[in-house]
């Protein structure tokens, strides 16, 4: 197919939301019940009922204010798990929404166990337990019976811009069908989630999208953003994530469920003895994928969840709940005769990824999650400076989003932004969606998703270089990320599918050129693994507890710093 087979569809709608994953979908339910005569538009890449990071489902809720807890405690907490700094007013008005969102769900259908008494059973501190394999077709039911329009197999490549810099809408392709979308709306909410795909990641060859997180999340919500000159922030925060070697599932499922402890090959409980002073809810996030990675770096490994102590009843029992998200451990468990109460189970970091919902990059927003782009809202992963979301979180901050979007829409006064001549703009991007159909010769995107890879696992701290870094490796970075930003315009698509390879990679390569500068410009080191400077070992909350945010001008990437306001004491 190329260009001049391309036809052109224009929708108009009031609101539209760009992701179909969890925090889109309660969006779209939550602005139909706020507004029923409101037009919402999800725009999804893959399919609602089985998209996002949470297609394959859940088997806990991890965001959860139980009894004896409050949302204060709650900002406490994250603050404390993410090492100092957080945005606290987003993470407070998050959480004074959690069990209001869940209570929601369930009431669509969602199993949440509950103990004798009726009340929701804990999975430690802030978890409560669900039977969550079809989490996601629940909710895409109930985005369907709200009378929310969906379009399916629809790749969103930019939003379409004012000339007073308000997003006025998208423009994308249909992956099945090629056609071409321009989609005119009142407002916009961004749900794109994070993205995977920027690191060589451990599994590689026809299992290289065995990976923790969706491998279909490629960070075009922030590429967009980035490419319209949105403020982001907390990109150096990445994720690693630690899970069980070559089948990547969770860990916390054996930690807080089945009270596995982390051992390495000389048996001994490292966390445990090294960790210990970080108090009794144990060691961050961060350091309980660093304290594994020192382990094997310094000769110590391989790292295990010891399991061992687990009775035939309990290794039934933990068989059943990894069924709920990772029935293919069970079967690899199966075909490899091997059982976790006689053996301790294997773990390793994953690669990084960009995940605002576990730690903080995203879109730099305010309590109304609205971006510095008129027009444009986020939420759930791409939405920055609050960790610790989860899909509860996501939820939340989909609700929070879709209600100021609508009070929006209802303000909203025809401007000359409206009458703005779009023509040109659409054109010029009409062109840059089909380039890579009409070239007969040229580079294929899986080979510069590779390239990619290998430039930013060795110079930006991959797996590996034990996720460490410094000055020099990271300008080397971004030396080679320039030279694959002069080489798109070879990029070569035979059809569809690759057509939507080749903006994936684009969009990686985006959000990677400010990845680097923000892991460049901050000098400290304040999430050991995910941000593990070598020149600069040391936390410094005297010159560092502080935001690193960036914007994209013509000139390049401009750093900006935004202070930390401590809210909840």
């Known amino acids: 197919m190329g260009i001049s087979e391309t036809k052109i569809e224009s929708i108009e709608t ?26 919402v538009l999800i725009l999804e890449k893959a399919h609602i009922e089985r998209s996002g990071c949470l297609a394959a489902g859940m088997n806990a809720i991890n965001a959860y204010i139980n009894p004896g807890e409050t949302p204060e405690s709650f900002v406490e907490y994250v603050r404390k ?88 809408g998208a423009i994308g392709f249909g992956v099945r069908d090629g056609k071409c979308y321009v989609v005119r709306a009142g407002a916009t909410i961004i749900a794109t989630g994070g993205t995977a795909g920027l690191y060589k990641p451990n599994n590689d060859g026809s299992a290289h999208h065995k990976i923790w997180y969706s491998p279909f999340n490629t960070g075009g919500g922030y590429a967009m953003g980035i490419r319209a000159g949105a403020e982001m922030t907390s990109f150096e925060m990445r994720f690693i994530a630690l ?42 996030t961060p350091i309980r994928v660093y304290g594994p990675t020192r382990e094997v770096k310094e000769g110590r490994g391989p790292v295990f969840m010891d399991t061992t102590h687990l009775t035939d009843e309990e290794v039934k029992e933990l068989k059943a709940s990894y069924l709920n998200m990772y029935p293919d451990l069970i079967l690899y468990w199966a075909a490899n005769n091997f059982d976790p109460g006689k053996e301790p189970i294997e773990i390793e970091g994953t690669e990084p990824y960009l995940v605002g919902g576990h730690a903080q990059a995203g879109y730099w927003i305010n309590t109304r999650r609205e971006t510095t782009l008129k027009g444009l809202y986020a939420a759930g992963d791409v939405a920055g400076g609050a960790p610790y979301k989860f899909v509860s979180g996501c939820w ?41 159909l009409e070239r007969e010769k040229g580079v294929k995107p899986r080979e510069m998703e590779e390239r990619l890879q290998k430039v930013m696992d060795e110079y930006a701290g991959g797996v590996s270089r034990y996720y460490e870094m410094n000055e020099r490796e990271l300008k080397l970075a971004l030396k080679n990320i320039k030279r694959l930003q002069e080489q798109i315009e070879f990029l070569k698509a035979d059809n569809l599918h690759e057509l939507m390879n080749c903006h994936e990679v684009v969009d990686r390569i985006d959000v990677a050129e400010v990845l680097v500068n ?16 070598t020149d600069y070992p040391g936390r410094d909350d005297q010159e560092w507890l502080k935001f690193v945010n960036s914007r994209r001008e013509q000139d390049g990437v401009k750093m900006l710093e935004k202070s930390y306001e401590k809210l909840v004491k």
């Not at 889109?24 to 602005?31: E, H, N, Q």
């Not at 966390?271 to 144990?282: I, L």
């Open 396 to 436: 939340a901050e989909g609700v929070i989003a879709a209600e100021n979007a609508v009070e929006y829409i209802k303000n909203k006064q025809e401007s000359k932004s409206e009458q703005s001549d779009l023509t040109k703009k659409l054109w010029d991007e009409y062109n840059r969606i089909y380039a890579p």
């Open 518 to 533: 923000h892991l460049l410009y901050r000098r400290e080191t304040r999430w050991p693994a995910y941000q593990t400077r």
């Open 14 to 39: 009031d609101l539209l939301i760009i992701g179909g994953g969890t925090s889109g979908c309660l969006a779209a339910v939550k602005a139909r019940e706020k507004a029923p005569d409101l037009d």
């Open 81 to 168: 798990d993410a090492l100092g700094l957080i945005r606290e007013d987003l993470v407070l008005s998050m959480a004074q929404r959690l069990n209001e969102v869940v209570q929601d769900v369930e009431s669509w259908g969602l199993p949440i166990k509950k103990d004798e008494d009726g009340n929701y059973v804990s999975r430690g501190r802030w978890n409560i337990k669900i039977n969550g394999e079809a989490l996601k077709p629940i909710i895409a039911s109930r985005v369907k019976e709200a009378g929310v329009n969906v379009l399916n197999r629809v790749v969103v490549t930019n939003y379409l811009m004012s000339e007073d810099n308000e997003v006025i």
């Open 243 to 284: 899970r069980i070697k070559d089948i990547v599932a969770p860990t916390g499922t054996l930690a807080l469920g089945f009270g596995a402890t982390q051992v390495n090959s000389l048996g001994e409980r490292f966390m445990q003895d090294k960790f210990a002073d970080m108090g009794a809810e144990g060691a961050p």
